[in-house]
Structures are given as structure tokens and as C-alpha cells.
């Protein structure tokens, strides 16, 4: 698929030197790798955030809170090969499956997204990984399969974090079947053409654009089809705060700041956030009628 190139994306927008530097070590790494180059040069203004800020600026609590823990902890912590999905609930073939069949049907595809954290920073993330709506048919779904729910590995010999309470873990996160299967939701496994740094969720983690980044769940090893919707471990730990939908929504403020506007990680001057993080266009309709000030 082919990412169309939004209207809010401007040429003019000033590329600082280091994202300009990050975007030309890309370009160099790709031609080298598998990228298909005619995706990567879409979204013209909005460069990628290099790779270094990639992966040392992360959210990963199951390794710490700090921004920096994760990228310091995770890559010698955590065990990702042999990895394997248990994938059960409302579906005719649920059972445990292996990471490279789960993987190998599909072609790798390469998805440049804005990422936009629920904190108020943002990144342009180049992805590689399946559309879900590829692999989640294999597993058919019964009529009674609305929601899916997704799993975080909790093993506290892998990742210090769970010692400490932030949480009630494993994390769980969760989308509306038609979420699940729009062709924007992507699993990751590689990012700027390499594989998932451990510190971003490897080796198989959920991107949803236009939702706020904790939807996005790493380091997935459960994948269930359900009939009620899941409570996630934000709406556990503070409803008031977090909603199932989550989506990136300027006119909905987080109850303790704005989020009006988003500072991208790299940049000094904050820019507006875009309605469904820029999405709009694509998503929009798998809200129509609701009330996004309720079902927040
Ligand atoms: N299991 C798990 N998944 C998670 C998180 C987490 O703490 N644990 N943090 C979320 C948040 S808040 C964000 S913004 C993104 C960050 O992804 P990145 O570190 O790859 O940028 O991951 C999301 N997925
Ligand atoms: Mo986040």
C-alpha cells in the first residue's frame, strides 16, 4: 500500500540538521536493504526522526520509566528468538503460533507513520511489518468476534519493570475488530529497515497511527478475539484519563494539560496536532456517529 501524501504535510517545514543527517543515513541504509523507495519518499516535510532517537527516547515500562531505561536495559534483557503467539478466543483455529509462520505468508512492507505519544511528543517512525488485516483472517474470527485483544510478555526476570507498580501487568491493550482490520494498522517487526530494536517492542509489536502511542503494544505474545470490550492497562490503572479509542484527537484535552499541540522530537518550536494524528482522511469513518468527546 502506498501512503498517501497528506495535505498537511509542508515542504516548507524546516528540517533541522540532525533529522536531515538521520534522513540521508536512511535513504543510504535502505538502498542497501529491501525498502521499496517509492513509499519512503511520500511523505515529503515530514522527515523521519533519526535512528538514534528512535531507539533511545522510548515508553516501555516493563523496563522502566525513564526514557532512556528501555534502550539501556531491554537490548540484553529480553529474550526475542524463539518467540510464539498464543491466539485464541472467538476464532476457529486458535492455538500457539510460532513467530516466523506467523510472519511468513506475508510480505514485508515498509510504513512511514507519525507516531504522537499521549504525553505530547511526536515522531515520523519508518516501520516494517504485515498489515494485521492480512493475519488476522488466517485465525477466522466467529460473527462473535467484535473486539481484539493484544498482550504484552510479563516476565519479571526479563524486565525490571514490573517490579514497581505503575501498572497492573501483563500490559493489554485493545482495538474494534474494524480498527484491528484497517489496512493503516500495521505489526511491526523492523524499523528503518532493520529489525525491532528490543527497546521498541521487538520482535513483534502493534502500530495504530492515529491513535496515541500506548495503543501501539510491544513485544506481543497474546492475541485474543473477543466478544466485550477489553479494558486496557491504562483504562485500568485511570479511566478518567485514558478511553478504549484513544484516538489522537487536538479538541480532547488530557485531563491534566493539552493536546492541542505536540512538541516532534528533534524540533524546538511545538507544531498543532493533526485530528486522528493526520489520518483523518483514512479513519474518520470507522467513527461515524459517535461522540468523540464521550468516547474518548
Ligand atoms: N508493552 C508496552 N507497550 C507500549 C508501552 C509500554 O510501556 N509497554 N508504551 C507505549 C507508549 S506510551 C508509546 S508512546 C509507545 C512508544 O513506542 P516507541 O518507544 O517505539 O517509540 O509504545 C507504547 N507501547
Ligand atoms: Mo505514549
Not at 478511553?243 to 512538541?263: C, I, K, L, M
Request: with cysteine; glycine share 8%.
Amino acid at each position: 500500500m502506498q501512503i498517501r501524501s497528506a495535505p498537511d504535510l509542508k515542504d516548507c517545514d524546516v528540517t533541522d540538521r540532525d533529522v536531515y543527517l538521520g534522513r540521508r543515513r536512511f535513504l543510504a541504509a535502505a538502498s542497501s536493504l529491501l525498502l521499496p523507495v517509492p513509499a519512503m519518499a511520500a511523505p515529503a516535510g515530514d522527515a523521519p526522526t533519526p535512528f538514534e532517537a528512535v531507539s533511545t527516547y522510548n515508553n516501555f515500562y516493563e523496563f522502566g520509566t525513564g526514557k532512556d531505561d528501555p534502550a539501556r536495559t531491554a537490548p540484553d534483557r529480553l529474550i526475542t528468538r524463539p518467540w510464539s503467539v498464543a491466539v485464541g478466543g472467538e476464532c476457529a483455529r486458535p492455538g500457539r503460533i510460532g513467530l516466523e509462520d506467523l510472519l511468513k505468508p506475508h510480505r514485508p512492507e515498509e510504513r512511514i507513520y507519525r507516531l504522537r505519544c499521549v504525553e505530547g511528543w511526536s515522531m515520523v517512525v519508518p516501520w516494517t511489518g504485515v498489515p494485521l488485516a492480512a493475519v488476522l483472517p488466517r485465525f477466522e474470527p466467529t460473527s462473535r468476534a467484535r473486539f481484539v485483544e493484544f498482550t504484552t510478555l510479563a516476565d519479571p526476570r526479563q524486565m525490571p519493570g514490573l517490579r514497581a507498580g505503575v501498572l497492573d501487568w501483563p500490559y493489554v491493550e485493545g482495538l474494534r475488530l474494524d480498527e484491528a482490520m484497517h489496512p493503516l494498522t500495521l505489526l511491526a517487526t523492523g524499523l528503518y529497515g532493520r529489525d525491532l530494536p528490543a527497546q521498541n517492542g521487538a520482535p513483534l509489536r502493534l502500530v495504530v497511527p492515529w491513535k496515541y502511542g500506548f495503543k501501539s503494544i510491544k513485544s506481543i505474545v497474546s492475541i485474543r478475539f473477543v466478544e466485550t470490550m477489553p479494558t486496557s492497562s491504562w483504562m485500568k490503572a485511570n479511566p478518567r484519563e485514558y478511553g478504549f479509542y484513544s484516538n489522537v484527537n487536538p479538541q480532547v484535552d488530557h485531563p491534566r494539560w493539552s493536546q492541542a499541540t505536540e512538541r516532534r522530537i528533534g524540533e524546538f518550536r511545538r507544531r498543532d496536532t493533526l485530528m486522528f494524528n493526520g489520518y483523518a482522511d483514512q479513519v474518520a469513518g470507522l467513527y461515524a456517529g459517535m461522540d468523540l468527546k464521550a468516547d474518548f
